[in-house]
């Protein structure tokens, strides 16, 4: 088409997604989960192991590989695995044998782990192993009951609140570990500007840290909630217009890499308003025109530096095994100018949990579509 642009680039991983294989098919199988990844533009992406039983064994990462080898899609799946057993947070899981079935690295993504000596053993497992442990930084003891960040939002609706404490308490701790252990360390979802100034100085000082910002951090924010929509509701909770721009910042800069966080749910856990409901969106199929809009046309982004943000950096934190999947590298494909929406009714996904419906962008994935 005219004034349409194509750029190719190495194969964009998600390093954070949720498929709910087993668990949750009315939400998500690792079929429809792939056909998302397939249709955003997707080579590949990691799988978190909050399923139900938990990703926790050998066993758990082979049910993974062999739905989708069934499902037959182009776009590879990597599974990752829990950092303690059953997610529980109590006893470190066998590591070794995880890392030998060639677990992506580890995380109890959706819980964080609590316990100082729990986490301490784990990642002094871990890098022996020479493998990156993820951690979900929000300390339970600080979230208490909140469900969203402090904002005009939360105070007209007397909604319980998570304050920046949640995030950044428990970065402090793990990084804390990682000077000691050594241990590649990396933050799933980061919201707040506190939290991306602690990423920030870790970094500076030479430590083995990364971490990742979601499409939903870099576009929405609480000072925006339009209405009672429980799809404005995240784990960890959108950060303020000033923390937005942080992230923004952050990633321009080459500190933080993307990642989709792409959580499924059915409409009935989505329905009840904002406090009773689950929490996240999906955003496979939204996250290239999405973070393309954001970071290249609204904040002068490189595209390369953008495109490194999806494949490069993700590549960084996956275990050696994970990452030789990927060779020989496959492709994503973009075209840049036609304008056009996003339509949540026609979603490869089964869920519809998604604020972005209508909203527009010229950049989209050619791959997969």
Request: aromatic share 6%.
């Amino acid at each position: 088409m005219d004034g349409t642009t194509e750029m190719t680039f190495p194969g964009f991983v998600d390093v954070h997604v949720h498929f709910r294989d087993p668990g949750a098919p009315e939400a998500e199988t690792t079929a429809s989960g792939l056909a998302a990844a397939r249709r955003g533009g997707f080579a590949a992406v990691v799988t978190m192991p909050n399923t139900d039983p938990a990703c926790d064994s050998p066993e758990g990462l082979n049910y993974q590989r062999r739905a989708a080898r069934a499902a037959g899609s182009e776009t590879i799946l990597l599974p990752s695995a829990c950092i303690t057993k059953g997610r529980l947070g109590r006893e470190v899981a066998d590591l070794e044998a995880l890392a030998g079935a060639g677990a992506a690295f580890f995380t109890d993504d959706g819980s964080y782990v609590a316990d100082d000596a729990v986490m301490e053993e784990a990642m002094r497992r871990a890098a022996k192993l020479g493998m990156c442990v993820c951690q979900h930084a929000m300390d339970p003891k600080e979230t208490g009951r909140g469900v969203i960040r402090d904002c005009a939002f939360a105070r007209a609706h007397r909604l319980p609140t998570i304050p920046v404490s949640a995030e950044t308490a428990a970065i402090r701790r793990d990084l804390a570990l990682c000077r000691v252990t050594g241990c590649r360390l990396h933050v799933q979802h980061l919201s707040t500007a506190e939290g991306v100034a602690l990423v920030r100085a870790a970094q500076r000082e030479g430590l083995p840290v990364t971490a990742e910002a979601t499409p939903h951090h870099l576009l929405l924010s609480c000072d925006e909630i339009p209405r009672d929509d429980p799809n404005y509701k995240m784990a960890p909770p959108l950060g303020t217009a000033e923390d937005r721009a942080e992230l923004r910042r952050a990633v321009k800069e080459g500190a933080l890499m993307f990642a989709t966080d792409h959580a499924p749910h059915s409409a009935a856990r989505k329905a009840g308003g904002f406090a009773g409901a689950a929490n996240g969106i999906v955003g496979l199929e939204t996250a290239i025109p999405l973070t393309w809009t954001a970071m290249v046309e609204e904040e002068g982004m490189d595209p390369e530096a953008w495109a490194r943000a999806w494949w490069k950096m993700p590549r960084s934190i996956l275990s050696p095994r994970a990452a030789k999947r990927l060779e020989p590298a496959p492709e994503t494909r973009i075209a840049v100018g036609e304008w056009r929406a996003v339509d949540v009714a026609g979603f490869a996904s089964r869920s519809r949990n998604c604020p972005y419906d209508g909203r527009e962008s010229r950049c989209w994935p050619v791959t997969g579509t």
